[in-house]
């Protein structure tokens, strides 16, 4: 396959890795991203820690500068939505178009989309209260920030990451603090009931309020404002700000547009980030894609390393390579002065070791699945985190009846599987 | 601006104006140093931005905190006395002319 005019939809962190790598790897063809948003590419992982405390300006979160895109010919068109894209046949050789808001045509020999997510939406009465806030984009960030400085009472409602990170602010901040959570622990579609169980703990210690089970009903207001949140046996917690961290819906409508196999508005891709449609790669938030370890299932990753380790393996198979994505997931999540790092995908474990004394503040949770080592959550011990991703991207594992004695080093403790 | 030279695994030197303030890291993949993986974009979580710092430097640049000195022991190429991870220098004024190596292997 050789092209000459490479679209990529998204301008995010895997958008923009496709065109660097399309470039690295030697691509000289015409090249081009579209993003929504009105600005370039930039880094989303701080607007939930570092720009919302004001440690982090615009300039300093863009991945790349302005001139890099333009000495490598990135186009990089922002502030413009795709809203209609095919291609003229089916056959390799065929073109496509996509057409912006602005009525752009875009044509392309070569298509990647990168779409990302959008928050889910949380559809209660008085959901349209200014200062109800989602948390994805610079524009969303920037309207938090602008309330932050006057806001004393936040609410957070959904205890993930990215609520999390924002209750933990807000306590920095000086901010009264509760965090509302619809199931019985935190953080529970990622990690185990011992990290989740310690992270209930350790934000309560820093003086945040956490209600698992909760459940809501309303949103209450003064005018357009809203002041509170209401729970379904009628208490109102008074809120000036209230952040909804619930997850996020992939954005598969372009994919679905085109044909392409989408599962729950996820795009559906091979090993090689190969779309149903063989012509069309994809790759980041959006897409669901077979476990990089292996062993079948499928699965979807929300993160900075899924977004660029897919996006080389995406740009290697519309150079007409075939790398096969096998990259250990890793993940980050820093809330006050707690790092949380995730090496590997717990999903399907049947038994836990937890690794030194959570009341330290300082302690690994590992993973196994038939007595085979398949991640690790680490919290302030890099040294654990980084011996399990290694062993894991080397194919070995840790005897789960050895991996509790902190009188030796993790890494000491890696076997051959 | 104070100017820092990278020197790539081929041999390859790059010289560029770092904005103070800005991380070694920083200044390179915005301006495209290739070498320099920061996938974390400078969190001290991933130790793929792993630099090898001009003996001349050491000094000035000081030494590694204790997470950075952790994520050390984890990188890809071997961490000698002159490891440091690049997201973790920040560049200032008095740095100018800061040379640094780019580790071989990051991932």
Redesign the interface.
Known sequence: MSHESILIVGAGQAGMQIA?TLR?DGYEGELTIVGEEPHGPY?R??LSKAYLAGDADVE?L????P??YV??GIVVITDEKVEEISFEGPSADDRGVAVTSTGRELHFTGLALAPGSTPRRLPLPGADFGGVLYLRDLADADELKSRWSTAQNVVVVGGGFIGLEVAAGARKAGKTVTVLEAADRLIARAVSTETSEFFRQAHERRGTSVRLAAQLSQFVGDGDQVTGVQLADGEVIPADIVLVGIGVIARGELAEKLGLEVINGAIVVDEFARTSDHRVVASGDAVLLPHPLGGGTQVRLES??NA??QSRIAAASLLGKSERYR?VP?F?S?QADL?L?IAGLSTGYDQTVVRGNPDDEKFSVLYFREGRLIAIDTVN???D???V??ALGDGQTIDPATAADTSVKL?SLVIDA | MPEITYISPDGTTTTLDARVGDSVMETAVKNGVTGIVAECGGACACATCHVYVDGAFMDAVGEAGDLEDDMLDGTASERTPHSRLSCQIKMRDDLNGLTVRIAPKQV
């Open positions: 660097v690295e880094q992982p701080p300093s863009e991945l790349r500068s001139s890099f000495e490598r900075v390393q660029v380790d990259a890793w980050w820093d790092k790092q011990d890099a040294p985190y980084m011996a991703r290694r890494k």
